[in-house]
């Protein structure tokens, strides 16, 4: 069965850095497209970024624009959020997400930006 697993939340420092990984398992990886989405307390879910499955193309939400960067390794089946200079207003619970027949969601990282 499909199954998203994301790592790497915690507490950071604002203007600090974090990766999350979303390892992916039962299902072709490199034919899909991924998607980072967060949800911070009292807010609706957001999209962070996108990836197309060959990983040529990427788009991010403004308020991460130069700061976060989507990436993926289709050997490893594995798709990376690289945030850098964190801000309080980060954050939220982070979610690996891909669309197939229907959505699948992992479990959701927390990342904390507080001094």
């Known amino acids: 069965q499909v199954q998203l697993v994301e790592s790497g939340g915690g507490l950071v420092q604002p203007g600090g850095s974090l990766r999350l990984s979303c390892a992916a398992s039962?299902?072709?990886?490199?034919?899909?497209?991924m998607s980072w989405y967060r949800q911070a307390p009292g807010k609706e879910r957001e999209l962070v970024a996108r990836?197309?499955?060959?990983?040529?193309?990427?788009n991010y939400a403004d308020s991460v624009k130069g700061r976060f960067t989507i990436s993926r390794d289709n050997y490893k089946n594995t798709v990376y959020l690289q945030m850098n200079s964190l801000k309080p207003e980060d954050t939220a619970v982070y979610y690996c997400?891909?669309?197939?027949?229907?959505?699948?969601w992992g479990q959701g990282t927390q990342v904390t930006v507080s001094s």
């Open positions: 997400q891909t669309n197939m027949w229907r959505e699948y």
């Open positions: 990836i197309s499955n060959a990983g040529g193309s990427t």
């Open positions: 039962g299902f072709t990886f490199s034919s899909y497209y």
